[in-house]
C-alpha cells in the first residue's frame, strides 16, 4: 500500500509546525546577530569558523545519517521489530562518537592551517585570522553533538514521531540569542570579542538539541549501551552506504563552502551578506522542503522494505507536489520583494542600509535554485532507500563540479552576487538530474501530474508576484520613511495580499494540491490518496 496521503500530509504538518517554530526562532537569531555585529569582521569570522563544524555535521552527520541510517533503520523496524532496531541504533551511536572525537581533536589540532587555507585573506585584517581559529576550536565539539542529535532524529521519524525531532534546533536557536544577549556584553571583561559568546551558545544547543529528543526515546522503550557490534549486517549497511551517503548530499554544503571561501577574498562583509541572504532563502526550504523530505524518507524505506515498488513512486509524487506548492511562490516572492524583506529583518543596530543592499542582491540570485534545492532535498536520499547510492553521489559530484568552475567565472564578472548566482545554477541541475535520474529508477513519478502542478502554480505565483510588488511600491508611497512599524505594515501587507491572491489563482486554476496544502496547514486532509 503506498504511504496514506493523509498521513504524509499530516507527518509533513507535524514536521512542518515545529520547524516554523525552529525557523522562526532562527530567524530571531539572524536579527540578533546581525543587530550586534553587522556584516563587520567579528561576524565574518564566526561565519568562516562556523562552516568548518557546520560542513562535517550537514555531511557526516545529518546528511549521510538521513541518506544511511533511517532508511536501515526503518527497514529493521519494519522486518525485524524494536529490539533489533535498538541493537543497530546503538551500534550507530557508539561509532559516531568514536569518529567524531577524532574529527574533532583532528580538527583542534589542524584548526590553524584549515582556517589559513579557508580564509587567508583574513590575515590582512590584524586579529581577524586569530579570532577565526579560537572560535573554529570552541565550536568543533558541535559535530559530536549534532551527530549524535541527527541519529535521534532519524530515530524518532522512523517511529512516527515529527514534531519532537524538527523542533529540537529551537533549542540550538535559543541558545544562540541566550548567549548573545546575556554573554556577549560579559566577554570584554575577560578579555575575549563577544562573539566568542555565540560559540559558546553553538555548543550549549548542541546539548539542548539532544535533550529535548531523549525523554520520547526513552517512552518509546530505547536505552543506550556502550556496544559497538562491528559484525551487525545493519551497522555495515549504514557504514558502507555513509560514504556515499556523504558525497551524495554534499552538494549544498560544498557549494556554500566554496563561495564562501571565495567571499573571503571579496572584502570585509562580503560573506556575512552572502550568508544572511543564504539563509533568508533557505527559510521556505526549512520550513516545507525538509518537513515534506522527513515525511518522505521514512515511507520510501517502508515501501522498499516491503518491496511496494508503486507505493514508493506514488509517496515521492505526493512530496514533489507538495513541494511545488510551496517553493514557486517562495522562490517569486524572495526574488521580487527582497530588500523590503531584508530591511525589515536585518536593517537595525550594526546592519546599514548598504548591508541591505549587498544582502538583497545575493538573495535574488539565490532564490532562481530555490525549487532545485527542495527538489535534491526530496529526492537525493530516496536512491539510498533503494541501495543506488552511486547515482546521488554522480549528481552531486557534478553539481559541485559546476558550480566551482562557474562560481571562478561570475565572481570575477558580478563579485560576490555571482557566487549566490553560480549555486544557484547548480542547485537547478542537482535537482533536475536527481528528479530525472529517480524517475528511470521507480519507471515513473507522474512526471506528466507533477509538470501540470507546477505550470499552474508556476501561473498563480506571477499573479500573486505582480499583486505583491504593486501593493509594496503603493504602500511606499503613502507610507514613506523608515521604521520597523512602517517596514511592517509595507511588507506585511504585500505578502497578505499575495497570499490572497495566490490562493483566489490557484482555485481558478483548479490546483488541487494547493487546497490539499492549505487543509494539511489547518490539520486536515481533504481528499484520499489517488496514487
Same mark, same amino acid.
Given at each position: ?202 555548543? +550549549? ?65 562580503? +560573506?556575512?551578506?552572502? *550568508? !544572511?541572504?543564504?539563509?533568508?532563502? !533557505? ?31 506514488? *509517496? ?49 540570485? !539565490? ?38 568552475? *562557474? ?68 504602500? *511606499? ?55
Amino acid at each position: 500500500m503506498p504511504e496514506p496521503e493523509g498521513r504524509l500530509a499530516r507527518s509533513a504538518g507535524l514536521a512542518g509546525a515545529a520547524t516554523f517554530t525552529s525557523r522562526i526562532l532562527g530567524l530571531a537569531r539572524d536579527q540578533v546577530l546581525a543587530a550586534l555585529f553587522g556584516a563587520g569582521n567579528q561576524m565574518d569570522a564566526y561565519v568562516i569558523a562556523f562552516r568548518i563544524p557546520n560542513l562535517v555535521r550537514d555531511l557526516f552527520a545529518e546528511g549521510a545519517m538521513s541518506a544511511a541510517f533511517v532508511p536501515t533503520f526503518a527497514q529493521q523496524l519494519t522486518v525485524r521489530g524494536k529490539p533489533a532496531a535498538w541493537r543497530l541504533a546503538n551500534s550507530v551511536i557508539n561509532a559516531l562518537l568514536v569518529t567524531t572525537f577524532v574529527l574533532v581533536a583532528f580538527g583542534f589540532v589542524f584548526a590553524g592551517p584549515i582556517v589559513t587555507l579557508f580564509a587567508g585573506s583574513f590575515a590582512e585584517v590584524p586579529g581577524k585570522l586569530e579570532l577565526t581559529i579560537r572560535l573554529t576550536r570552541t565550536m568543533l565539539p558541535f559535530v559530536t553533538l549534532t551527530a549524535l542529535a541527527a541519529a535521534m532524529m532519524g530515530m524518532l521519524n522512523s517511529l512516527h514521531h515529527y514534531f519532537v525531532p524538527a523542533l529540537s534546533p529551537a533549542a540550538f536557536n535559543v541558545a544562540i540569542i541566550g548567549c548573545a544577549l546575556m554573554l556577549g556584553p560579559l566577554m570584554p571583561a575577560f578579555g575575549l570579542p563577544a562573539i566568542v559568546a555565540i560559540a559558546i551558545g553553538a555548543i +550549549a544547543g548542541g546539548i539542548g538539541q539532544i535533550a529535548l529528543q531523549w525523554a520520547p526515546l526513552r517512552r518509546e522503550g530505547f536505552r543506550w549501551q556502550p556496544v559497538l557490534a562491528l559484525s551487525d549486517p545493519g551497522l555495515r549497511r549504514v557504514l558502507i552506504l555513509m560514504g556515499p551517503g556523504t558525497v551524495g548530499l554534499a552538494a549544498t554544503q560544498v557549494n556554500l563552502l566554496v563561495n564562501t571561501v571565495l567571499a573571503t577574498g571579496e572584502g570585509t562583509g562580503a +560573506a556575512s551578506w552572502l *550568508t !544572511y541572504a543564504f539563509r533568508l532563502m !533557505y527559510l521556505p526550504i526549512g520550513l516545507f522542503s525538509v518537513s515534506i523530505a522527513t515525511a518522505v524518507l521514512p515511507a520510501a524505506a517502508r515501501h522498499v522494505a516491503l518491496g511496494d515498488l508503486q507505493a514508493v513512486r506514488a *509517496t515521492v509524487s505526493r512530496g514533489l507536489s507538495l513541494m511545488l506548492i510551496f517553493s514557486i511562490p517562495a522562490t517569486l516572492g524572495l526574488m521580487g520583494l527582497a530588500v523590503p524583506i531584508v530591511r525589515l529583518i536585518f536593517e537595525r543596530g550594526a546592519f546599514l542600509a548598504s548591508d541591505t543592499a549587498s544582502t538583497a542582491g545575493a538573495l535574488q540570485f !539565490y532564490a532562481i535554485g530555490l525549487v532545485g534545492y527542495s527538489t535534491a532535498r526530496i529526492a537525493s536520499p530516496v536512491f539510498y532507500a533503494l541501495n543506488r547510492s552511486h547515482v546521488p553521489v554522480a549528481i552531486s559530484v557534478g553539481a559541485i563540479a559546476l558550480n566551482i568552475a *562557474t562560481s571562478l567565472v561570475l565572481v570575477r564578472i558580478m563579485g560576490f552576487r555571482g557566487l549566490a548566482l553560480s549555486t544557484a545554477m547548480a542547485a537547478l541541475a542537482h535537482g533536475g538530474a536527481a528528479l530525472l535520474l529517480l524517475r528511470g529508477e521507480l519507471g515513473g513519478i507522474g512526471e506528466r501530474a507533477l509538470g501540470a502542478t507546477a505550470a499552474k502554480v508556476l501561473a498563480a505565483a506571477l499573479v500573486m508576484l505582480g499583486a505583491a510588488v504593486a501593493v509594496e511600491r503603493g504602500m *511606499t508611497a503613502v507610507l514613506p520613511g523608515d521604521g520597523v512599524v512602517v517596514d511592517i505594515v509595507r511588507v506585511g501587507s504585500a505578502i497578505l495580499v499575495g497570499l490572497g491572491v495566490l490562493a483566489l489563482a490557484a482555485k481558478a486554476l483548479h490546483i488541487r494540491e494547493f487546497t490539499e496544502a492549505i487543509g494539511t496547514l489547518r490539520g486536515r486532509t481533504p481528499y484520499p490518496f489517488s496514487g
